[in-house]
């Protein structure tokens, strides 16, 4: 049997009016001490995206949404959060914010593949 690995996620929210507190999930971030592992998965549903709001391009999130991509990765043009420990650039993209862009809280589990897994909460929480 394989040895399970401790893992911790959030779902990230777009909220397209702060103020009125509504969201809808648009992706995962997953972060795996043991295997060294943090990924972001997303996707923005432009028939949620226009029910909620007009004044925003799915385009916009996107590209945001991808600079975290480039942090998690740890890419040089992620400026120098992209530098920091893999459990540091999970707790500083989990963070929460008050923009449109937020995190749950962060949750945790055991898991034998974290891309499996990952997967399967973007299935849960997002599709």
């Not at 943090?38 to 600079?67: G, M, Q, W």
Request: net charge negative; aromatic share 12%; glycine share 6%.
């Amino acid at each position: 049997m394989q040895d399970k690995h401790t893992y911790k996620y959030a779902v990230i929210r777009f909220l397209p009016r702060v103020e009125r507190e509504e969201f809808f999930n648009v992706g995962v971030i997953l972060f795996c001490k043991r295997l060294k592992y943090l990924d972001v998965k997303f996707h923005i549903n432009p028939e949620k995206l226009n029910a909620f709001s007009s004044d925003i391009e799915a385009e916009t999130i996107t590209e945001y949404l991808n600079s975290w991509k480039i942090i998690c990765e740890g890419k040089s043009n992620g400026g120098p959060i992209a530098e920091l420990e893999i459990s540091e650039k999970f707790g500083w993209l989990a963070a929460c914010r008050s923009t449109i862009i937020q995190s749950s809280g962060t949750h945790a589990g055991l898991c034998t593949d974290p891309q499996k897994t990952m997967d399967e909460l973007f299935e849960m929480y997002v599709k």
